[in-house]
Each structure stands twice: as structure tokens, then as C-alpha cells.
């Protein structure tokens, strides 16, 4: 695996000039919204999909947080970082969304990844690692699948992570190491297999 | 992998990068475009909006001090009521002195 570079969340790396969007987007300007959106599109649907599992209710839930962070925009405080207030707003909108209804299952494995077959080449190993590593994070509690998506993957501190949902910073700490774990151990696996 | 503890402050690169693939939708374009789409259809909170709710809650609070204020003056006038007229007349002088030096001086003038 090539050496991953260190996430930077998004909130740190321009959080001057996003007071200034917010500003702009709350005077009616949609490019600024705009722009706002491309940002955190990613890092919004990860967090989602974390919690819900499945892609397409992801989109929706973190499209519905986008929408009503805009209608709130001028509650934000501009001297606090604009991401984890976005993202406290997309995790309550991806868990209201799977508490109101019955979310559609992770999407099964490959028929041919799991009945052996020909040697699968590395773009369907890719596929069927990322598949278990989802199925890995939907056995996890909610709340420790966010914690570690926001810590390792999305480079938030334990007293960002600890805003965004919530809790204790302390507590953050623990479902990072639980999460953590439990998914080396996959992975471990994984590679012993490959 | 290495295999870092568990309890490490830091993020762990590949454990992270891995499970980013796992989450990446894909078509941040296409999603990108629908958000913005339906925001055309959202009302934003304007700033004669913002400042329209801070005006009701001025005048509601203004109410509440101006009510407040009249029940505590109300309870002090009726704690201590008006004298009347005929009391002041027959009222002794709060400073009998004052008195005496007025009337001591008509009657010098005399």
C-alpha cells in the first residue's frame, strides 16, 4: 500500500475564508453556498454513509443536512470552524433518516468473489475489501463508526469528533481505540488471505 | 500495515485510507449539481429576515420590562397612599423651626 498522505479536514484548512462564504451565502449568494458544498460534499457523504450504510440513503441524508444548513447558516457562529458544525447537522440527518425508516441493506458481496471461481484481479480484490470493510463498520455502534471515520479518515481532533456528536472526549478516545481493533483485525486477515 | 496501538492519538494513515475507499460513493459531480438544484428552491434566511426576528423578540422583551415595571410601581404607590389635602393642612410642620423663623419675621415686619 503506498503511503497514504495525512487527512486534513477541511474545517482547518481554510476556516477565515469560509466565515467569509457563510457571509456571503446568508446575503443570498448561491456561488458561495456553492462552493461551501463542493467542499464538504465528500467528507458529508462518508459521514453519512457511515452511519447508514447504504450509499443512496447516504446521498439523501447528507443532501437533507446540506439543505438545512443552509436554511440555519445564520445561526453559525463564524468564530468557530464551519466543519464540524456541518457535520454535527449531517450526523443527526443520516440517524434521524435510519431511525424514521427500515434503511436498505448494505449491497450484497459479488456472487463471483464469494463462490471462488477464477482469480479475481485487483480491482475486484479492491471492491471485496471495501465491501468488508463496510460490512466490518455496519456490525460497529453508530457512534464508534463515527468516531473513527472522523478520526482516521477524516483527520478531526477527539475534541472535534467529541462536537460533532456529541459526548465526552474521553469517550471519543475509547470508541476510536474499539473501532480500531476490530478493523486492524479484518484487515489483518485480509492480507493474510491475499 | 504497522501495527499501531490501538490507542494512538494520531490517525492511522492506512486504516484511514482504506476505509475511505470503502465510503466513497464516487460522482461528487452529480451530487454536487442535485444539492444545488433543490437549494434554488430553499429560503434562506435573509438579513432583513434575521433582522425582523430580532426585532419581535425586542418588542416582546420590552413588553415583558414595561409590564414588570408598572407592577412594581403599582405596589409601591398602594403600599404608601396619597395624603389628602386635609392631611397636609392639619399635618404638624416637619420642621417646626422653619416655622417660627417665617412667622417671626412677618410679625417683625409688622
Known amino acids: 500500500m503506498a503511503d497514504p498522505q495525512p487527512p486534513q479536514p477541511v474545517a482547518r484548512i481554510a476556516q477565515q475564508d469560509e466565515a467569509d462564504l457563510v457571509a456571503r451565502a446568508v446575503a443570498g449568494e448561491r456561488a458561495a453556498f456553492g462552493i461551501l458544498v463542493e467542499r464538504y460534499a465528500g467528507v458529508a457523504r462518508r459521514v453519512a454513509r457511515a452511519v447508514l450504510g447504504n450509499a443512496d440513503d447516504a446521498d439523501d441524508a447528507a443532501q437533507d443536512a446540506m439543505l438545512s444548513a443552509l436554511v440555519k447558516l445564520d445561526q453559525y457562529d463564524a468564530r468557530r470552524p464551519f466543519g464540524p458544525w456541518l457535520l454535527r447537522i449531517v450526523a443527526n440527518a443520516a440517524t434521524d433518516r435510519r431511525r424514521r425508516r427500515s434503511v436498505r441493506r448494505v449491497e450484497p458481496l459479488d456472487v463471483g468473489l464469494t463462490a471462488g471461481g477464477p482469480r479475481p484481479d485487483t480491482t475486484a480484490e479492491r471492491r471485496a475489501l471495501n465491501q468488508r470493510l463496510r460490512e466490518a463498520l455496519a456490525e460497529l455502534p453508530e457512534r464508534r463508526r463515527l468516531a473513527v471515520v472522523l478520526f482516521d479518515v477524516e483527520g478531526y481532533s477527539h475534541g472535534e469528533i467529541a462536537a460533532i456528536i456529541g459526548i465526552p472526549e474521553g469517550t471519543v478516545r475509547s470508541e476510536v481505540f474499539h473501532a480500531r481493533r476490530r478493523l486492524r483485525v479484518l484487515l489483518a486477515d485480509w492480507k493474510e488471505e491475499a | ?110
Not at chain 2, 31 to 58: K, M, N, P, Q, Y
Not at chain 2, 88 to 102: G, Q, R, T
Open chain 2, 1 to 110: 500495515m504497522k501495527d499501531p496501538l490501538s490507542f494512538d492519538h494520531r490517525p492511522d494513515l492506512a486504516l484511514g485510507k482504506a476505509l475511505r475507499e470503502a465510503l466513497d460513493p464516487g460522482d461528487a459531480p452529480v451530487f454536487i449539481a442535485r444539492v444545488l438544484a433543490h437549494a434554488e428552491h430553499v429560503r434562506v434566511a435573509s438579513w432583513d429576515a434575521v433582522l425582523a426576528r430580532w426585532a419581535r423578540t425586542g418588542v416582546a422583551a420590552a413588553l415583558v420590562v414595561a409590564l414588570a415595571a408598572g407592577y412594581f410601581v403599582g405596589r409601591a404607590t398602594a403600599a404608601s397612599p396619597r395624603p389628602t389635602v386635609s392631611d397636609v393642612l392639619i399635618a404638624p410642620p416637619a420642621h417646626p423651626a422653619e416655622v417660627e423663623v417665617v412667622l417671626a419675621s412677618l410679625m417683625g415686619n409688622n
